[in-house]
């Protein structure tokens, strides 16, 4: 063997020892459909024990950023414990990093699974988990929203239709339902904007982005970029469910957007009852077009919901 041939040859055996040796995890349909949280879960959700997730390993994980490592784990956990039969995973604290030779090469993260009937919801009050490198997220952490795209919660109709229209927006709607065509605050983006009102006062602000492309691409990346600005604003996301099917990637993907195959979301969650939801598809009621619904939810009208035994979600809006 000459020279070239055997670097050629050490070349492939090492990168199959990296390959074999580094977890990479991908996240599976169905540990998508996993809520991971950590807020603990409802006392109608069943244990079904401990989940351990990993990422990286001894050989190439030190080529791997910690977030991926933390991605890589994170998927792990999920898809180990849809294994289990679970659809609920509640863990504590930031995964674990392990290091080799001075560089970070693994992260791990342990949760408990659950399985939770249809309906429930997790307890109100737990904190966002802290980025990397940073303190855990404390009561004095992220204030939650007082409203959204230029109007506030406990705004009156007669006010939030001023606010609309000196923008230069339309305003139409009625029954405590009405739509702004534009935000009434300057936003670098120009969603739709529908508001619902709970007797007098504003309750729940929606606002509606659509990437207006046929293509997966566009979509995902505004959705991501969305992402990105709330966990700057609001820390890391309470809960998560994204999964984008392989076959919804190509031409199918506007059909799959309004069959809600694809799956994107995202929800924030505070004490006083304050959420802000994203969402990526159709109302899951119906009646809307594809859209990436951002929907800012006051404690109003959680209690104006529970009070009519509904359940606030802003689907319908």
């Known amino acids: ?22 977890k990479t995890a991908t996240l599976s349909n169905e540990g998508a459909a996993i809520e991971n949280a950590t807020a603990p879960p409802p006392a109608t959700c069943r244990s079904l024990g401990p989940v351990t ?47 080799s030779e001075g560089t970070t090469s693994t992260a791990t993260v342990t949760g408990t699974a659950y399985r939770c009937p249809p309906g429930a919801e997790a307890e109100e009050g737990s904190m966002p988990v802290a980025a990397e490198g940073t303190a855990p997220a404390k009561s004095s952490g992220p204030k939650p929203p007082i409203g959204a795209a ?14 609309c229209t000196e923008a230069g927006h339309e305003w139409t709607g009625d029954d405590g339902r009405f739509r702004c065509s534009g935000p009434a605050a300057r936003m670098g983006l120009d969603p739709n904007v529908v508001l619902q009102f709970c007797g007098e006062s504003l309750c729940a602000v929606v606002l509606l982005f659509n990437p207006g492309s046929p293509e997966s691409g566009p979509w995902v990346s505004a959705y991501a970029d969305l992402k990105r600005a709330l966990k700057k604003k609001y820390g890391k996301a309470a809960s998560t469910k994204e999964s984008v099917p392989q076959y919804c990637k190509g031409p199918e993907f506007k059909e799959c957007l309004e069959t809600n195959r694809v799956l994107l979301q995202s929800l924030w969650r505070w004490s006083e009852g304050h959420r802000v939801q994203m969402r990526m598809g159709t109302p899951a ?33």
């Open 53 to 99: 997730g990993r990422g990286g390993g001894s050989f190439g994980g030190g080529w791997v950023s910690n977030e991926n490592l933390i991605e890589y784990a994170m998927n792990d956990m999920r898809n180990k414990a849809a294994e289990m039969g679970a659809n609920y995973v509640h863990y504590a604290g930031n995964p674990t990093l392990g290091s």
């Open 1 to 22: 063997m000459n020279l070239l041939r055997m670097i050629a040859a050490l070349a492939f055996a090492g990168s199959s020892v990296t390959l074999m040796n580094c």
């Open 285 to 317: 009621k119906g009646g809307g077009d594809p859209a990436i619904r951002l929907t800012y939810i006051s404690p109003q009208l959680r209690a104006d919901a529970a009070a009519k035994k509904g359940r606030p979600t802003g689907e319908g809006l």
């Open 150 to 163: 230029g109007f506030d919660f406990g705004d009156s109709v007669v006010d939030a239709e001023a606010a």
